[in-house]
């Protein structure tokens, strides 16, 4: 306990620390801080909503258009030559992104589609490359947040 005839010690140390380290100047520091942590996460909250809404809505063409005439071959999906032994015709229209995930995560078939097709088709789909058409739809429907 101190009495009014000793010195205020505290004071002495607020008196002495630079401006910017006063105690009112660091809660201020603190508030700003703190609202801009608030519009980060404001402004990348939106970015994931959509990303999950892109997954629904995006589709993977499977074989790409530029190799539509291509079969897909059962053992590893790549791409050959029509007609080839132990290969199937892609899908007749895209595949939706949402039945892609759900097949890959949850190993359900597409819709109308059997299983020896689906399993021919993810296999394609695993091996989609940066810059292949239905890349950026394989990609977001990875995303463990979908």
Do not use: H
């Amino acid at each position: 306990m101190r009495n009014e005839d000793q010195p205020d010690i505290e004071a002495d140390k607020a008196i002495d620390l630079p401006a910017s380290e006063q105690p009112d100047n660091l809660r201020r520091n603190m508030l700003r801080f703190a609202a801009l942590g608030g519009a980060a996460v404001v402004t990348v909250r939106p970015g994931i909503a959509q990303a999950a809404a892109s997954a629904m809505k995006c589709s993977i063409p499977v074989p790409d258009s530029a190799n539509s005439t291509k079969w897909i071959r059962n053992s590893d999906g790549a791409l050959v030559a029509k007609n080839t032994a132990k290969s199937i015709p892609g899908p007749s229209s895209p595949l939706a992104g949402e039945d892609v995930k759900n097949s890959l995560r949850y190993g359900t078939t597409y819709p109308g589609y059997t299983s020896a097709q689906t399993t021919t088709w993810n296999k394609y789909i695993n091996n989609l490359t940066v810059g292949k058409q239905g890349y950026t739809c394989f990609a977001s429907v990875q995303n463990p947040a979908n």
